[in-house]
T-cell receptor, first 113, second 112 residues
């Protein structure tokens, strides 16, 4: 497979603080990126997406930043809430293998009361 | 609109058996992709079907296969199960190329 063996990084934040989750992607030709949230026992849920012709996109309480120069993606969550606790994945539309999405290893976000 | 539906939700098999998992995409979605999720390897792409044809394939052995029916429903099959096949198998559908994937809740397969 394309993912490497992984140890899931964890980010712990205080409720009400802002969270920043980072992701490095692999293919400079990838032109579409998505952030997903996965809660225990559920499938990944779409949060926000961005295309390569943009470097920033905002949603409700979330912002995605794309830096194509260093192949880096970040997800910012404002005023983090307990319900935000989950594993977050970035995904790139990996044009090297047709149109399938390749997922990052994920980051576990824990929101402290 | 109903989301992506996967059945069964849980499955327990023994080594050497085979298993078939089912996925119903969101109505109108013609592309169905399958992913394997394990704690050690994360989310790995298995294959994608579009209009009953396999369009893309990941790096998995031939024991993993799939198909898609004319109503876009898809099945995946794993033959000669191994302990390492224990995983959450996720199905996802999308409407068009370069559009977001919508995931089902997955089938948790345990191989004993």
């Amino acid at each position: 497979g394309e993912s490497v063996g992984l140890h899931l990084p964890t980010l712990s934040v205080q409720e009400g603080d802002n969270s920043i989750i980072n992701c490095a992607y692999s293919n400079s030709a990838s032109d579409y990126f998505i952030w997903y949230k996965q809660e225990s026992g559920k499938g990944p849920q779409f949060i926000i997406d961005i295309r390569s012709n943009m470097d920033k996109r905002q949603g409700q309480r979330v912002t995605v930043l794309l830096n194509k120069t260093v192949k880096h993606l970040s997800l910012q969550i404002a005023a983090t809430q307990p319900g935000d606790s989950a594993v977050y994945f970035c995904a790139e539309n990996y044009r090297g293998y047709g149109q399938n999405f390749v997922f990052g290893p994920g980051t576990r976000l824990s929101v402290l009361p | 609109k109903a989301g992506v539906t996967q059945t069964p939700r849980y499955l327990i098999k023994t080594r050497g058996q085979q298993v078939t998992l089912s996925c119903s995409p969101i109505s109108g979605h013609r592309s169905v992709s399958w992913y394997q999720q394990t704690p050690g390897q994360g989310l790995q792409f298995l294959f994608e079907y579009f209009s009953e044809t396999q369009r893309n394939k990941g790096n998995f052995p031939g024991r993993f296969s799939g198909r898609q029916f004319s109503n876009s429903r898809s099945e995946m099959n794993v033959s000669t199960l191994e302990l390492g096949d224990s995983a959450l198998y996720l199905c996802a559908s999308k409407n068009r190329e370069n559009e977001k994937l919508f995931f089902g809740s997955g089938t948790q397969l345990s191989v004993l």
